[in-house]
């Protein structure tokens, strides 16, 4: 549906397939290392989107609408810091077995009327949003049935995909009038974006690049205006977190229906394309180094929108995550990174001591680690990509203003703790090392 609405993401998903083909050629051990652990066919297909809701209804029924699928709210990202009047969390499969089976999020913010200071407006926006219903009712009837059946079958599934899709899908005619819309956007861009439609259409689409940098620098070439910078972090051998970037939001067509019934046509600029590479999630010590960095790298050079400065500020990152260690030894050695253990072909056939340290497994060759992939999102990167489909002039400042609790209640859940998520994958890779060692042992 997005690729026949987003013409342009059509283009990014062939630049996409076309670099990843290449890099895998170029690289067999990768292409090997690929087939052992995700699916190869489908590493260029999407890994996110995201959608920017009105209301705590929205909200909530967003979060049952998602369960059905396997999806539920990781992280709490707050926007406002960087500009943007939304606070979001990730909707995602949770589970390795989900996880490998699709793993596809779903970033979804909510509005902060509460963040805009034009009262009168706020209330208009308030109402305009309290009357709409971006749920159909039969998607509504069937997150019912699926929550009381814990599960639905083969054709209810069907129709309950068709239905939730209209949820997603673009409307070209705005709920309200062009003086309004003019208003909204006034306040900012974002507040028109929500407020306008009759529904959350979906703003993005990402897939997997096995080549970022590769992909940021043909866009141009296909005819695709790329935002500035990649956000995240630089280019590194063993990659760390998510980098990604994406194309500007294109200006599309949009009626608005004025009291006396006459249409005028407008614009709207808000649908863009994006992608992502992802490298290993950080402990809390590994994502304060990762955060000092990175205010570091802004410190010299900031990125300006229009690019003009985009190669000092690549330069600046890179030097300035020098003191990021490269190595998987050395990001475990300091405590930096969540790695997932497995016992090496020595460890299998030998009968270890279970009670030893893992380094000491490690050490003595009995155990192996791999990195554990980053599965979340970075409030930063994500303020960047806001940013640069907002309008690159609309920088606007609010105060830091987190709310979890009240985000959370609006909800009607806590969110997960990535950290303390990644934290538990890791500690039970190890107490299945450990089971098998004292297994052997007995
Ligand atoms: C979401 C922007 C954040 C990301 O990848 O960090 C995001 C939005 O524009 O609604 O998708
Ligand atoms: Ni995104």
């Known amino acids: 549906m997005y690729r026949t609405e987003v013409p342009a993401y059509g283009t990014l998903m062939d630049i996409v397939a076309r670099v990843n083909t290449a890099t895998l050629n170029a690289d067999p051990a990768l292409k090997h290392r690929l087939e052992e652990t995700d699916s190869l066919?489908?590493?260029?297909?999407?890994?996110?989107?995201?959608?920017?809701?009105?209301?705590?209804?929205?909200?909530?029924?967003?979060?049952?609408?998602?369960?059905v699928m396997g999806m539920f709210p990781v992280g709490y990202y707050d926007l406002s810091e960087a500009g943007v009047p939304v606070h979001s969390t990730a909707f995602r499969p949770v589970g390795d077995a989900a996880l490998?089976?699709?793993?596809?999020?779903?970033?979804?913010?909510?509005?902060?009327?509460?963040?805009?200071?034009?009262?009168?407006?706020?209330?208009?926006?308030?109402?305009i949003l309290q009357k709409r219903q971006i749920f159909?009712?039969?998607?509504?009837?069937?997150?019912?049935?699926?929550?009381?059946?814990?599960?639905?079958?083969?054709?209810?599934?069907?129709?309950?995909?068709?239905?939730?899709?209209?949820?997603f899908r673009w409307h070209n005619q705005a709920k309200i009038d062009l003086a309004m819309y003019k208003r909204l956007h006034d306040a900012?861009?974002?507040?028109?974006?929500?407020?306008?439609?009759?529904?959350?259409?979906?703003?993005?689409?990402?897939?997997?690049?096995?080549?970022?940098?590769?992909?940021?620098?043909?866009?141009?070439?296909?005819?695709?205006?790329?935002?500035?910078?990649?956000?995240?972090?630089?280019?590194?051998?063993?990659?760390i977190l998510l980098?990604?970037?994406?194309?500007?939001?294109?200006?599309?067509?949009?009626?608005?229906?004025?009291?006396?019934?006459?249409?005028?046509?407008?614009?709207?600029t808000a649908r863009f394309g994006e992608i992502e590479s992802r490298g290993i999630a950080l402990t809390p010590k590994g994502r304060g180094l990762y955060d000092k960095l990175l205010t570091e790298s802004r410190k010299v050079v900031r990125p300006a929108a229009d690019g003009s400065n985009a190669r000092a500020y690549e330069k600046a990152l890179a030097?300035?995550?020098?003191?990021?260690?490269?190595?998987?030894?050395?990001?475990?050695?300091?405590?930096?990174?969540?790695?997932?253990?497995?016992?090496?072909?020595?460890?299998?056939?030998?009968?270890?001591s279970a009670d030893v340290s893992i380094d000491q497994?490690?050490?003595?060759?009995?155990?192996?680690?791999?990195?554990?992939?980053?599965?979340?999102?970075?409030?930063v990167s994500a303020a960047g990509i806001f940013q640069s489909n907002l309008g690159d002039e609309a920088a606007q400042e609010f105060a830091a203003n987190p709310n979890q609790q009240r985000f959370e209640r609006d909800l009607g859940a806590s969110v997960l703790n990535e950290f303390d998520h990644y934290a538990g994958i890791e500690a039970q890779s190890i107490a299945e090392c450990r089971a098998l060692l004292s297994a052997a042992q007995a």
């Open 243 to 268: 980098r990604q970037t994406s194309f500007k939001a294109l200006e599309e067509a949009v009626s608005f229906q004025d009291a006396d019934g006459t249409w005028q046509q407008g614009t709207h």
């Open 319 to 352: 030097d300035a995550f020098v003191p990021f260690p490269d190595s998987w030894a050395e990001i475990r050695d300091q405590g930096l990174g969540y790695f997932r253990y497995s016992l090496t072909p020595k460890g299998r056939s030998t009968i270890g």
């Open 41 to 67: 066919e489908r590493v260029s297909e999407e890994r996110h989107g995201a959608i920017r809701l009105g209301t705590a209804a929205e909200l909530a029924m967003m979060r049952r609408v998602f369960a």
């Open 100 to 127: 490998k089976r699709n793993p596809f999020r779903v970033f979804t913010s909510l509005l902060r009327l509460d963040l805009i200071a034009d009262e009168a407006l706020r209330a208009e926006a308030e109402t």
């Open 188 to 239: 900012h861009r974002l507040v028109a974006d929500v407020v306008s439609f009759k529904g959350p259409h979906i703003n993005h689409l990402t897939p997997r690049t096995l080549d970022i940098d590769e992909v940021q620098r043909l866009m141009p070439e296909y005819g695709i205006a790329p935002k500035a910078v990649v956000e995240g972090p630089p280019s590194r051998r063993c990659a």
């Open 136 to 167: 159909t009712a039969s998607a509504a009837e069937l997150t019912e049935k699926a929550e009381q059946q814990g599960g639905l079958d083969a054709d209810d599934a069907k129709r309950f995909v068709a239905e939730v899709l209209e949820t």
């Open 361 to 379: 497994l490690v050490a003595d060759g009995l155990v192996c680690f791999d990195p554990i992939v980053y599965e979340d999102f970075l409030p």
